[in-house]
């Protein structure tokens, strides 16, 4: 199956998150559920959240048995919904250029683009592998930040003083609010 370039995958998302955010019908306050419902279906089409994950988590991944990752994907996947929905949801419809596709490998790509505010451009990386026949988003790169770095960092220092059980229940919390 070919997927066709990683560019074209990349953005027939964002496209998709576009149209849901520039929808009339769902801006009212009451159809935020209803937003919020249908950026989880494009990202459940777009992001990998195992391979995300994996490399989220690095050699600590090994450490964990099969119920416990994934459970850390799950949680995980409902930190960053926490972390970014609300920001995704702020978009004001500033551009969004498609700048480049670098192929790393034959099953790896990155692909780079930029949204234009009215004060600045802020360039956004899409690290993307192809699996399954179809490309997959593992991680995004903000201003030079790394997604997948920035929570590895975080995840190395909570295991570094406890256990993959701890950490769950650390993130278990965190997806309550606590």
């Not at 030079?144 to 256990?163: E, G, H, M, P, W």
């Amino acid at each position: 199956v070919y997927a066709g370039p990683p560019l074209d995958a990349v953005q027939a998302n964002v496209n998709k998150v576009l149209e849901v955010l520039r929808d009339p019908k769902l801006k009212a306050a009451s159809a935020k559920e209803i937003r919020k419902e249908k950026l989880r279906l494009i990202y459940e089409r777009m992001f990998d959240d195992v391979e995300l994950s994996k490399r989220t988590l690095s050699r600590h991944w090994n450490s964990m048995n099969v119920a416990q990752r994934k459970e850390f994907v799950l949680l995980f996947r409902q930190v960053l919904e926490k972390a970014y929905i609300d920001k995704i949801l702020a978009y004001t419809d500033e551009k969004i250029v498609f700048d480049r596709e670098n192929m790393v490998s034959e099953t790896q790509a990155e692909i780079q683009t930029i949204i234009v505010t009215a004060s600045k451009e802020i360039p956004i990386t899409y690290r993307v592998i192809l699996k399954g026949g179809a490309w997959k988003v593992y991680d995004i790169v903000i201003e030079n930040v790394s997604l997948v770095l920035n929570y590895r960092t975080q995840f190395n220092d909570i295991l570094a003083k406890n256990t993959p059980e701890q950490l769950l229940e650390i993130l278990r919390k965190k997806v309550k609010g606590q």
